[in-house]
């Protein structure tokens, strides 16, 4: 209690001390924007809208990868960022899956961040090794059940989204395979394009390229329907794999306690990047697909995010998946 009253008191001060000139001038040097994982999808994202953010908000961003299993240690730091603006985050459905995954999480993804707002939505993508045997989803469902002992799996570690998939996929068939987590599916692409994984999910916004040059196999989209970007590649539930939907949806958060006119200054520059033609060209080639207007806003994305705690916590609590 005496901890919170004192944190409350300190985010009073930082407030203060950006009122007045600060507060107007914001900003006056870059922004560092965190990314929970190492260079990949996550990433790719991130680098989208630092590029086109900083015209509307007047200065440049740092892109910062800031790995971790899970993807957990970027949203902590979060929590220990100075509330001046100077310091975002970009992430992922991970925001409100690792409330289900941790025993003990480190940062509370209701309580101690403000909201800028929603971004994309990107579907996953089944995908395997160049020379995996199966050449479609219904021959590698066969192929996993006969050979599940010698399988394996890559993810980002637990509460990324390429787990959340992989969970789902071996929950819908039934088999429990070997998973080899990374710091991020980037790392997890070098050995699956190596060899040395067999599959894993991850976002379009990665395997789009590599699927379409050939270097890996691509067995299925995640999403409801068959996406533009790759229209030959069946959704899983064509193939009969009923459960394992999964939208990865991406979002920016500023520490609890960032001053109003400042965060209405970020969502204004998100609220701009959004509206580039430059970008949407560029998330439509990645298979992403951008929120709304009336989504790119803090109270849509608080709200986005307490439905989705709510709609993955029993999911996961039946799934039995737990980390420390
Ligand atoms: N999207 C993450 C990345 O950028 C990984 C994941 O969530 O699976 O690496």
Redesign the pocket.
Known sequence: MLKKTFSTALLGCAALLMSGAALAQYPTKPITLL???????????ARIMAQAMTKPIGTTFVVENR?SN??ILAPELLTKANPDGYTILIH???MATTPALYRQLRFKPLEDFEYIGLINEVP?TLIGRANLPPSNLKDLLAYIKANSAKMSLA???I???????GMLFQSAIQVDLLTVP???????MNDLLGGQVDFM???T??TTGQIKGGKVKAYAVTSPKRIAALPDIPTLEEGGVKGAEVG?WHGLYAPKGTPKPVIDKLVAALQAAMKDPGLEHRFTELGAVSYPADKQTPAALEAHLKSEIAKWAPIIKKAGVYAD
Do not use: E, F, R
């Open positions: 990314v929970p994982y190492a260079p990949g999808p996550t990433d790719t994202v790995p899970g993807g992922h459905i991970g996953m993810n980002a570690g509460g990324a989204a390429s787990h959340l998939c990374y710091k991020g599916t980037g790392p997890a999910c991850d976002q916004t990665s990865i």
